[in-house]
């Protein structure tokens, strides 16, 4: 069973960092991208960042160089390092995986995973 538990997350100022941890078990996938996505109330789930196995990353233009995403595979962990935060980014943040590679596909695509963890908050104050 695979299953995705995010962590990491909570209030933070604006200019600060903060850092999400997403654990990865029961994932065999190795071939596909794992991301990060976020939700805030009203609007639809959107991609942030996504990394696939060659540790190519794509990133959503709203991140702006202020987020890195990145994985240790030994552990089976997948990182979302958030610098400079700002309040529109205060969303639930899910970490995803995919079980197949979408033809066309950006890996920024919520459609393109099958596997989501429960989210973990993020709240940024100005």
């Known amino acids: 069973e695979v299953q995705l538990v995010e962590s990491g997350g909570g209030s933070v100022q604006a200019g600060g960092s903060l850092e999400l941890s997403c654990a990865l078990s029961g994932y065999t996938y190795n071939s596909y991208c794992v991301g990060w996505f976020r939700q805030a109330p009203g609007r639809e789930r959107e991609g942030v960042a996504a990394?696939?196995?060659?540790?190519?990353?794509t990133y959503a233009d709203f991140v702006e160089g202020r987020f890195t995403i990145y994985r240790d595979n030994g552990k089976h962990v997948l990182y979302l390092r958030m610098n400079s935060p700002k309040p529109d980014d205060t969303a639930m943040y899910y970490c995803a995986a995919q079980s197949v590679r979408w033809s066309g596909g950006t890996c920024l695509g919520a459609y393109e995973y099958t596997f989501w963890g429960p989210g973990t908050q993020v709240t940024v104050s100005s």
């Open positions: 990394i696939d196995s060659d540790g190519k990353t």
